[in-house]
């Protein structure tokens, strides 16, 4: 395998004649806007977050990645040298068609499981915290 990245997460050079093909890579990003929460942090500046999969640090993320790639879009962005947000910026180098944070936020599925989601909850649903 030959590293595709160097420091900064800027492009290296091609490929090596030795090892021709591109292994994929795939990066994503998280923003959490917990500016609404500034008045609710607790006096002693314990973390007050708590992550779906009882990450009590606050420190983790998680994703799941369901392979769905339309076409031959997978193909033409290992064939490009876009990283991150490039890849389909207005003006930018790409091939690839990205929301914008709002468009993201207006993408919603309504929930299937009637449950209480919204606002502080005493626990998790199913789990223990782990301290």
């Known amino acids: 395998m030959f590293s595709t990245t160097r420091g900064g997460f800027r492009p290296a050079d091609p490929c090596p004649a030795s090892h021709p093909i591109k292994m994929p890579q795939l990066a994503y990003e998280t923003m959490w806007n917990t500016t609404a929460f500034a008045d609710m942090w607790p006096t002693d500046g314990s973390q007050p977050f708590v992550w779906s999969y009882s ?17 031959d879009s997978l193909q033409r962005v290992m064939n490009d040298s876009c990283m ?4 389909g910026s207005p003006g930018m180098q790409g091939v690839l068609k ?34």
């Open 55 to 71: 990450d009590s640090r606050g420190y983790g993320t998680h994703a799941d990645y369901v392979f769905g790639w339309k076409g």
């Open 84 to 87: 991150f947000h490039y890849c």
């Open 98 to 131: 990205t929301q914008t944070v709002e468009e993201m936020n207006a993408c919603a599925v309504e929930s299937s499981v009637d449950e209480d989601v919204e606002g502080w909850l005493d626990h998790l649903p199913g789990y223990e915290m782990e301290a």
